[in-house]
């Protein structure tokens, strides 16, 4: 396929009209959500898509209803050409591009609920946020109509709620997870990580060093408090605000104080004013 073949839609007709198409061709069709700002995490789930199926629909839509009214939303980066740009590289084929009238058109009235794995973590600390993702997601859904779509591990609460949802509505989708893609020295990569001063941006890389040396003595500890509190102190340390740093099902994330089952160990911590949040696996030993 030449790099040319990027479509770039942005009204619905059209987009049925490309996937009606590829699904009368029996075609696999696989959905990338993303809000744009587009780097290598989001470009490894474009390649997993292209593994996974034969027509590759990324949408971009920076999602209002996700934010809290003083996060940060209005100063989200939105690079649209530089995004499409990376996509044609990485030879996807449908760039979904709604907008705000199509996803929010006067007089929408409705949202979406997810209790189970929305329950604390980011759920507590961004009311609201959960239920924005879960209502955009459903639409995208069901605009595109994919036979799978994949979600990064990165936010792995996210991950949970939307399939979750899927199962309890009997939504015809399958929802995958793709582990997270790190920067060299451990990083998660973000498209929050643009807000990172040098300074910080030095310092970031200890989040997920605190968390793999926890994750690792978690899967054979018989209570993980004393350790979760230890990682809170070295995060402290370590000039991060910890928000949370948990221990839950890795299934259910339901909270949990030993890894009898797998785990996950799941933390935000603010940065200076940037929040970053981590997962990892925690397994049973
Ligand atoms: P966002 O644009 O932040 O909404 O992210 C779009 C999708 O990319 C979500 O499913 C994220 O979980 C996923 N994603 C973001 N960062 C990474 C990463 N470092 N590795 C893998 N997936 C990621």
Do not use: E, I, P, Q
């Given at each position: 396929m030449s790099d040319q073949s990027l479509l770039r839609v942005g009204s619905i007709e059209a987009l049925r009209e490309a996937t009606g198409r590829w699904r009368a061709a029996g075609e696999t069709i696989v959905l990338v959500p993303t809000m744009g700002a587009l780097h290598a995490g989001h470009l490894s789930l474009v390649e997993e898509a292209k593994r996974v199926g034969q027509r590759v629909v990324v949408s971009i839509f920076v999602n209002p209803t996700q934010f809290g009214p003083n996060e940060d939303f209005?100063?989200?980066p939105r690079v649209l050409e530089a995004d499409l740009a990376l996509l044609r590289e990485a030879q996807a084929d449908?760039?979904?591009l709604p907008g705000v009238e199509i996803m929010y058109p006067e007089g929408f009235a409705t949202r979406i609920e997810v209790g189970g794995p929305s329950g604390?973590?980011?759920g507590d600390l961004r009311p609201g946020h959960f239920s924005g993702v879960?209502?955009?997601?459903t639409k995208l859904l069901h605009q595109v109509q994919p036979d799978i779509a994949l979600f990064g591990e990165k936010d792995f609460q996210q991950l949970k709620v939307i399939q979750r949802m899927v199962h309890d509505l009997d939504m015809p989708f399958d929802i995958r997870g793709v582990p997270t893609l790190r920067e060299p020295d451990g990083l998660a990569l973000s498209s929050?990580?643009?807000y990172l001063s040098p300074e910080e941006r030095a310092k970031a890389p200890e989040l997920h060093r605190v968390m793999a040396d926890l994750a690792g003595r978690l899967g054979a500890a018989a209570a993980a408090g004393p350790l979760l509190c230890e990682g809170l102190s070295a995060l402290e340390t370590a000039g991060f605000r910890p928000q949370y740093l948990e221990l839950r099902d890795a299934e259910t994330l339901a909270s949990v104080t030993t890894a009898s089952r797998p785990a996950r160990l799941l933390a935000a911590a603010?940065?200076?004013?940037?929040?970053?949040i981590?997962?990892?696996p925690v397994t049973p030993v």
């Open positions: 209005s100063r989200y449908l760039a979904w604390g973590l980011c879960a209502t955009v997601v929050r990580n643009r603010y940065l200076g004013n940037t929040r970053l981590d997962n990892l």
